[in-house]
């Protein structure tokens, strides 16, 4: 569980907030997305739960054992020079003192990559390496992963996928998933629970609860 209460956040030290007075609580085995339009603190909120930021004010407790964090897709990864997918994860499992030669293997069949292990990273689709880096996420069994837009720049077949994939370690594997969404569609049909960000302010809502009470806005869209 993730409990947020009292949350005030700004970049400078005047009470100028992007993110104002926030009381939300996040339960594990959910899959919140976090929506809201550009500038409202959807990427500020992340860093704040990972503690690359601090709040100005208010607390983030978490019982989370291990929290697991996937950036948006990085078309020009490691383009300048060659490694391996294997490489990737390999490095990733060192950093957190793991040893078992079959966590890879079993990380990479988790998203559907087993045949890509000795591929460059750089020959990847946008798709692919987005894939890749989820199953790095899921190197030492995180029991959270925070998404920040997953879909970007990727093709409508990779999309598919890859919310295929977070929907099934939601709801098979209980995995907790924190995603910032632009991709509305993709929030509504795979979220336990939308978070919008608004002027400061954020709401949390059951996504059935939230559909009902946006209805005519969303058929406006």
Do not use: W
Not at 112 to 118: A, L, R, T
């Amino acid at each position: 569980m993730i409990d947020i209460k009292n949350l005030c956040f700004s970049y400078t030290k005047s009470s100028d907030y992007i993110l104002n007075n926030i009381n939300i609580e996040i339960k594990d085995g959910t899959y919140t997305s976090i929506i809201g339009e550009n500038g409202c603190g959807k990427s500020t909120l992340v860093k704040l739960i990972l503690k690359l930021l601090s709040p100005s004010s208010g607390t983030i407790e978490t019982n989370s054992k291990r929290i697991s964090y996937v950036p948006q897709v990085m078309e020009n990864f490691n383009f300048g020079f060659p490694i391996t997918v294997f490489e990737i994860l390999n490095c990733h499992m060192k950093t957190l003192h793991l040893r078992n030669s079959s966590i890879i293997s079993n990380s990479l069949r988790s998203v559907g990559m087993s045949d890509f292990k000795n591929s460059l990273i750089g020959d990847l689709s946008g798709g692919q390496r987005q894939k890749i880096f989820i199953a790095r996420a899921l190197i030492g069994n995180p029991d959270t992963i925070i998404m920040d837009e997953p879909s970007t720049g990727i093709d409508t077949k990779s999309q598919n996928d890859i919310y295929t994939t977070l929907k099934h370690l939601n709801r098979n594997n209980k995995v907790t998933i924190i995603s910032v969404e632009h991709n509305l569609k993709a929030a509504y049909s795979c979220s336990t629970h939308i978070l919008k960000l608004d002027s400061g302010n954020g709401v949390l809502l059951k996504t059935s609860d939230f559909l009902h009470s946006n209805l005519e806005v969303i058929q406006n869209d």
